[in-house]
């Protein structure tokens, strides 16, 4: 089982970036994924949860109406767009698939513990 996480880079403050979250060896269908961020020096953070049964979606009161998750089963890719970024959203982004989880829709949705696979992450820098 692999996720690759992809698409971060260098943007000017109130840019906007596109996050992949590729996975592998699994069906996609049958995992909730997970968005987190991590800067030097602190805790790894739940950016955002997306369900695999029933469309439910979380976001982290920080980055709601500026994030938005989608994903394609198909191409067992998740998306996370980010829009009007802030330097305070630099760090390194890591998506992570979580069998378990039915709903997401509060911030247990995104405890590190429950999630199964990781990605490497990709790092995400807001310049101000």
């Known amino acids: 089982v692999q996720l690759q996480a992809s698409g971060g880079g260098l943007v000017q403050s109130g840019g906007s970036l596109r996050l992949s979250c590729i996975a592998s060896g699994v069906t996609l269908g049958d995992y909730a994924i997970g968005w987190f961020r991590q800067v030097p020096g602190k805790s790894r953070e739940g950016v955002s949860c997306t369900s695999a049964s029933d469309s439910s979606v979380w976001y982290t009161d920080s980055v709601k109406g500026r994030f938005s998750v989608s994903r394609d089963n198909a191409k067992k890719t998740v998306y996370l767009q980010m829009n009007s970024l802030k330097p305070e959203d630099t760090a390194v982004y890591y998506c992570?698939?979580?069998?378990?989880?039915?709903?997401?829709?509060?911030?247990?949705?995104?405890?590190?513990?429950?999630?199964?696979?990781w990605g490497q992450g990709t790092q995400v820098t807001v310049s101000s």
């Open positions: 992570a698939a979580n069998l378990m989880r039915r709903r997401c829709d509060t911030g247990s949705s995104v405890r590190l513990y429950e999630y199964d696979y």
